[in-house]
T-cell receptor
């Protein structure tokens, strides 16, 4: 059973702080990893993708991947109240010519003004 | 350029009824996937279609079916609705090795 694990939170940080979100996965052959942001009642929005070990930065967001440890993280610098949402970690799995995302249950982030 | 469009936005059905949900992918995207998201959980994979062929199916009963049309739009059908089918149904399209883009979803309530 391929799984993606996330701490459900809520993770509460003050405005301007760094929020650190973590995710572990069980499938060793996964090649691509994604972070989605989901506001309450809305659909998931892709904010970061990462395919190789190391860090990838995009604005205030940094994704980190360690395939040996099967660990993905998302750092949000200078957190804003508008960042308050659920963050979903997703791993892309290939099985029999099919591709599918396996999601964690999400971490709820609360940024306090 | 339009993103992934889904219809209807909201739907209320009675147990035992049938429902059809529709999705149009981003122009040029040939892969469409369907996901079910119940409250408090991450989305669960239902189907993937590519070039009008079913490429993958998640752990859902045969009451769930789908198809993809020549213009790459897709329908998800659910028969004999159960209360537990109440969820947000998401359609995602993808091009190459990039991330999946989700539509705004269809909120299905079964009463």
């Amino acid at each position: 059973q391929k799984e993606v694990e996330q701490n459900s939170g809520p993770l509460s940080v003050p405005e301007g702080a760094i929020a650190s979100l973590n995710c572990t996965y069980s499938d060793r052959v996964s090649q691509s990893f994604f972070w989605y942001r989901q506001y309450s009642g809305k659909s998931p929005e892709l904010i970061m993708s990462i395919y190789s070990n190391g860090d990838k930065e995009d604005g205030r967001f940094t994704a980190q991947l360690n395939k040996a440890s099967q660990y993905v993280s998302l750092l949000i610098r200078d957190s804003q109240p508008s960042d308050s949402a659920t963050y979903l970690c997703a791993v892309n799995i290939e099985e029999d010519s099919s591709y599918k995302l396996i999601f964690g249950s999400g971490t709820r982030l609360l940024v306090r003004p | 350029d339009a993103g992934v469009t889904q219809s209807p936005t909201h739907l209320i059905k009675t147990r035992g009824q049938h429902v059809t949900l529709r999705c149009s992918p981003i122009s040029g995207h040939k892969s469409v996937s369907w996901y079910q998201q119940v409250l408090g959980q991450g989305p669960q994979f239902i189907f993937q279609y590519y070039e009008k062929e079913e490429r993958g199916r998640g752990n859902f009963p045969d009451r769930f079916s789908a198809r993809q049309f020549p213009n790459y739009s897709s329908e998800l059908n659910v028969n004999a609705l159960l209360l537990g089918d109440s969820a947000l149904y998401l359609c995602a399209s993808r091009q190459g090795n990039y991330g999946y883009t989700f539509g705004s979803g269809t909120r299905l309530t079964v009463v």
